[in-house]
Nanobody
Framework: QVQLVESGGGFVQAGDSLRLSCVAS??????VGWFRQAPGKEREFVAT????????YYVDSVKGRFTISRDNAKNTVYLQMNSLKSEDTAVYYC???????????????WGQGTQVTVSS
């Protein structure tokens, strides 16, 4: 069992930055994805990174603004979010899978989520 814990969410103004972290023992063996869910909306893929960090994918709406990275020595994956917009407001979840994927059902383990609120 891999227990993922997210942190770094908060309340910011449009244009600000936040860095989310996802930590878990053994996380270095897995691909990791970030998803988000806004009130009244379905969960949405945001970004994913391979176990080595060599492959990343992003949803089009965050390309150029968000960067996913990892430090396997710390069993931690990051999501650097710059130029935040009000439409980025959501609960952000990290999840672990055997390979990178944009599909949430391919992920085995999930964190509890961290709230990101962007005020315009």
């Amino acid at each position: 069992q891999v227990q993922l814990v997210e942190s770094g969410g908060g309340f910011v103004q449009a244009g600000d930055s936040l860095r989310l972290s996802c930590v878990a023992s053994g996380l270095s063996s897995y691909a990791v994805g970030w998803f988000r869910q806004a009130p009244g909306k379905e969960r949405e893929f945001v970004a994913t990174i391979s176990w080595s960090g060599g492959t990343t994918y992003y949803v089009d709406s965050v390309k150029g603004r968000f960067t996913i990275s990892r430090d396997n020595a710390k069993n931690t994956v990051y999501l650097q979010m710059n130029s935040l917009k009000s439409e980025d407001t959501a609960v952000y979840y990290c999840a672990a899978a055997w390979a990178t994927s944009r599909i949430d059902s391919n992920y085995i383990y999930w964190g509890q989520g961290t709230q990101v609120t962007v005020s315009s």
